[in-house]
Antibody
Framework: QVQLQESGPGLVKPSETLTLTCDVS?????????WGWIRQSPGRGLEWIGS???????YYNSSLQSRVTISRDTSKNQFSLKLRSVTAAETAVYYC?????????WGQGILVSVSS | EIVLTQSPGTLSLSPGERVTLSCRAS???????LGWYQQKPGQSPRLLIY???TRAPGIPDRFSGSGSGTDFTLTISRLEPEDFAVYYC??????????FGQGTKVEIK
């Protein structure tokens, strides 16, 4: 069974960088699929942030592209999100997931608050 | 950019009733690229249906999906108490982007 688990700080200051990691078990991230990040806030619903393919190629939401980096560490079977210059409006639950045309496995989510 | 619009925003229903949820795309979609999710409070979304009409593993057969082009539907044949939740449709583009609808809440009447 594929399992994903997000980790990282629950509080980030405005203008700083949000950094999260997703640990994957039960499947090698270099074997196939896309691996990505989705966030959810009351005002914005579910928003896809970006994904990294099993080849290492990355794809980003155009509205966030200038501030987002997704990377991976295949030796640890994990991938990470960096979102720079965050604002209070980016307070949300951040999920990692396995993506094909559909998202079949999700992490439990991590609430990240952006506040001074 | 293709936008997904779900309707209605909220449905108030009783257990045992039949439910039909709508997801309309602003442009035609491949039926292979449309999915549906269920989300309960405090939980991650759960994949119900992919490729318009294929149930994900472990999903009861009271859930079914249909549609083509710009109009897609999720049907719950008979509402169970555990089905009261928010439902989202989602599309994948061959430009490697994923987009969700705004959701439909199914609440107890």
């Amino acid at each position: 069974q594929v399992q994903l688990q997000e980790s990282g700080p629950g509080l980030v200051k405005p203008s700083e960088t949000l950094t999260l990691t997703c640990d994957v078990s039960g499947y090698s991230i270099s074997s196939g699929y896309y691996w990505g990040w989705i966030r959810q806030s009351p005002g914005r619903g579910l928003e896809w942030i970006g994904s990294i393919y099993n080849t290492g190629r990355t794809y980003y939401n155009s509205s966030l592209q200038s501030r987002v980096t997704i990377s991976r560490d295949t030796s640890k079977n994990q991938f990470s999100l960096k979102l720079r210059s965050v604002t209070a409006a980016e307070t949300a639950v951040y999920y990692c997931a396995r993506l094909g045309a559909a998202l079949d496995f999700w992490g439990q989510g991590i609430l990240v608050s952006v506040s001074s | 950019e293709i936008v997904l619009t779900q309707s209605p925003g909220t449905l108030s229903l009783s257990p045992g009733e039949r439910v039909t949820l709508s997801c309309r795309a602003s442009q035609s979609l491949s039926s292979s690229h449309l999915g549906w999710y269920q989300q309960k409070p405090g939980q991650s979304p759960r994949l119900l249906i992919y490729a318009t009409s294929t149930r994900a593993p472990g999903i009861p057969d009271r859930f079914s999906g249909s549609g083509s082009g710009t109009d897609f539907t999720l049907t719950i044949s008979r509402l169970e108490p555990e089905d009261f939740a928010v439902y989202y449709c989602q599309k994948y583009d061959t430009s490697h982007t994923w987009t969700f609808g705004q959701g439909t809440k199914v609440e107890i009447k």
